[in-house]
C-alpha cells in the first residue's frame, strides 16, 4: 500500500476528487513474497471494505487495487456481493502467469453483478489483450476495459513513446473519475 505506484495513483485521484482506503495484504506486511492463502486474502479484503465503509460511510464503496488486490476483491464480490460495493476497479488485472497465456483467472468475473473497471498496459505480459478483449465483450455492458498504450504491467511506457509517468497516471486517474461518473452516478 506505501508502494510508490499506489501512492503515485492515491494522489492523482486525489486530484480527481476521489477518497482511496489503501490497505496492506498481511503476507506483505510481514514482507514475504509468497501470498497468503485465498481464504486470508479475500478476508483482508472483506475487512478492508467494511473498514472503508465504517469510516466513510457516507461514500460510495469501489473495491479492487493493483494486480492481486483487484483479483482478490473480484473473488469477495462473485462470492459474497457485498451490499456496500458498488463497482471494481483493476489497475492491471492479471489474467494469467507471465508467458502462460489462458483465461481460466476469468472465469468468477461472470458472477459479478456490479460495473467492472479493467485499466490493462498494451504490453501487459500478465494479460494478453487477445485472450482479455472477447472476455470483456462476453461480460457485456457491466465491464469496461481502458488500456494504456505501451504500457507494461505496472504501466511503465518505454522512454521513446514520449510520455511521463506522471502523463500515464493523469490518464488512469482521468479514465477511473470518467467511469465512476458515468456508472455509479
Known sequence: MRHRFMDS???HLFHQDIATFRYQFPYMEAGRRSPDS???LIATVRAAVTAAQDAAPDLTIVAGGKSLGGRISSHLVA???P???KGL???????H???QPNIKRSDHLSSIRVPMLFLQGT???LADLGLFEPIIR????IATLHTVQGGDHSFNVLKRSGRTEHEVMQELAGAISAWMRRVLS
Do not use: N
Not at 476497479?89 to 489474467?95: C, N, Q, S
Not at 462476453?138 to 455492458?141: C, H, S, V
Open 123 to 125: 504490453r501487459d505480459d
Open 9 to 11: 495513483v492515491a494522489t
Open 138 to 141: 462476453q461480460l457485456g455492458p
Open 38 to 40: 485465498p481464504t486470508v
Open 83 to 85: 451490499p456496500a460495493v
Open 89 to 95: 476497479i483493476f489497475l492491471g488485472y492479471p489474467l
Open 97 to 99: 502467469a507471465p508467458k
Open 79 to 81: 462470492h459474497e456481493a
